[in-house]
């Protein structure tokens, strides 16, 4: 790392997001089949069933081994997602004027991750356990739970779904196509980013760990 860049992402915290990014892409796949009535003929032998479970034992294992191994960045994570202040809402009111017009000046300065990030790691936490839940109880409870449970357990997943699958989309358009955030991709593979997209993105946490406070995730 050179003098003029920042790390944001280390490696531990990149292999976690792109394994899992990996079995989210197979479940939300796998689920589509299940989802749309005219593909249900691609789930009829059901190996796409047997995707979607290893899918997501993958998607449940894979978060645990990481909170084994790093539970201070854990905690760390946890508190960004569930800490929501002033500055947050200053942000998603200004938004639209920057990400449509690429007008700066209401932005209020970000931490690690800005507030619409914020926002897909606070969903991704709280869908991941509707997921899990629902989808456990569909698994391991299909012969024994009533029936009126299981209708419950099949549309609170479909909404978890439609919800996660929406802001998958923006996601990816916001973190690779936007063509302001030139170094969200180099943040997510490589680790680093520039001292200046720093300072513009992500002011706050840069004045932090300029005086030695913060550290990357
Ligand atoms: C993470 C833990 C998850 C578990 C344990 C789980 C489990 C299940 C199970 C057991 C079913 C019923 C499949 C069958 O009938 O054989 C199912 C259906 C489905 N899953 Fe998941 N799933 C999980 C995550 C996800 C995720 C992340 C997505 C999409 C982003 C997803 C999308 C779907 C959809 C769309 C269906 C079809 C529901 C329907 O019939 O309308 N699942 N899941
Ligand atoms: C498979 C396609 C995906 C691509 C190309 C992608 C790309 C990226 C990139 C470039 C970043 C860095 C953004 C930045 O720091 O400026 C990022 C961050 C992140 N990604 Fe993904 N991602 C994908 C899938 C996922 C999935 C499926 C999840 C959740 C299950 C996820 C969760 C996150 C989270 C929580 C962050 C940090 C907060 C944020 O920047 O939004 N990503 N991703």
Redesign the pocket.
């Given at each position: 790392m050179t003098h003029h860049e920042v790390e944001?992402?280390r490696k531990p915290i990149r292999i976690l997001?792109?394994v899992?990014?990996?079995?989210?892409?197979l479940l939300?796949l796998t689920g589509l089949v299940l989802f749309i009535p005219g593909l249900g003929f691609l789930a009829e032998d059901s190996w796409t069933r047997l995707i979607h479970r290893i899918g997501a034992a993958i998607?449940v294992i894979i978060p645990i081994i990481y909170l084994i191994i790093n539970p201070k960045s854990v905690g760390r994570g946890l508190k960004l997602a569930f800490t929501w202040t002033g500055d947050d809402m200053n942000w998603l009111l200004a938004a639209p004027r920057y990400y449509f017009l690429g007008d700066e000046k209401n932005m209020p300065p970000q931490d690690i991750?800005?507030s619409?990030?914020?926002m897909?790691?606070f969903s991704?936490i709280v869908f991941?356990i509707i997921f899990v839940i629902t989808g456990a109880i569909m698994w391991f409870s299909k012969a024994s739970a009533p029936p009126a449970l299981l209708q419950w357990m099949v549309f609170i997943h479909d909404v978890a779904f439609i919800y996660?699958g929406c802001f998958?989309f923006l996601?990816?358009y916001?973190?690779?196509l936007h063509p302001l955030?030139t170094?969200?991709?180099k943040?997510?593979?490589g680790g680093k980013?520039s001292t200046e997209y720093a300072k513009s993105?992500h002011g706050k946490w840069y004045a932090e760990i300029s005086k030695g406070k913060e550290k990357a995730?």
């Amino acid at each position: 790392m050179t003098h003029h860049e920042v790390e944001k992402y280390r490696k531990p915290i990149r292999i976690l997001h792109w394994v899992h990014a990996g079995a989210f892409v197979l479940l939300f796949l796998t689920g589509l089949v299940l989802f749309i009535p005219g593909l249900g003929f691609l789930a009829e032998d059901s190996w796409t069933r047997l995707i979607h479970r290893i899918g997501a034992a993958i998607f449940v294992i894979i978060p645990i081994i990481y909170l084994i191994i790093n539970p201070k960045s854990v905690g760390r994570g946890l508190k960004l997602a569930f800490t929501w202040t002033g500055d947050d809402m200053n942000w998603l009111l200004a938004a639209p004027r920057y990400y449509f017009l690429g007008d700066e000046k209401n932005m209020p300065p970000q931490d690690i991750m800005n507030s619409g990030e914020k926002m897909w790691w606070f969903s991704v936490i709280v869908f991941g356990i509707i997921f899990v839940i629902t989808g456990a109880i569909m698994w391991f409870s299909k012969a024994s739970a009533p029936p009126a449970l299981l209708q419950w357990m099949v549309f609170i997943h479909d909404v978890a779904f439609i919800y996660t699958g929406c802001f998958f989309f923006l996601h990816i358009y916001l973190a690779v196509l936007h063509p302001l955030m030139t170094e969200s991709w180099k943040a997510i593979t490589g680790g680093k980013i520039s001292t200046e997209y720093a300072k513009s993105h992500h002011g706050k946490w840069y004045a932090e760990i300029s005086k030695g406070k913060e550290k990357a995730e």
